[in-house]
């Protein structure tokens, strides 16, 4: 990848967990391989594994992405919906993977369904990317302010959730968040 260029994967099967995580960290770091490595270590004595599809296609779930961050020093947030975005320090977030719903389709049919799907926004060269494994090409969201709109709209679905990539010591010492109290 050269200077100024976005990284994006695009989707293939139910990976968009590793999609998600290779786009956030804007370099392919973790493949199907990986991952079922990771489900393997969470859930050892398990003939089905809880953490990804039974079909081996991925659908891997929110420990994975958590272990998978954690092994590159880097901690998962997960962001309490009650509270404002105006409320999140974004120079200290590395990027966001937000978990949304998503509709189902064979090829050109879209089907009344409804599945989960994980996708990364990250800033790059000082600008924000929708970095959707189900979009051709990243999206440009704009600055801190269209990055707080796009946010907010996301998680005004009911069923969407975020988690913050941050460092561990972000993690740690919560400077992810702009305290209500300034006395804090």
Known sequence: MSD???FHE????????IHALNNVLQERVFTKETADDICKRLAPQCVVNPHRSVLGTGNYDVNVIMAALQSRELAA?????RRTVQNLCV???????L??????S??????PLRRRHWLAVRQVNGQYYNLDSKLKSPV???????LRSFLSEQLSQDVAEMLLVVKREVEEDGSWLISDNPNK
């Open 140 to 146: 440009c969201i704009g600055g801190e302010a269209e």
């Open 106 to 111: 064979l090829g050109i049919v879209s089907l």
């Open 10 to 17: 695009k989707q293939r099967l139910e990976l968009c967990a």
């Open 77 to 81: 947030v997960w962001w309490d919906k």
């Open 99 to 104: 978990n949304v719903p998503s509709r189902v």
């Open 4 to 6: 100024g260029e976005v």
């Open 91 to 97: 120079s200290k977030v590395q990027g966001f993977i």
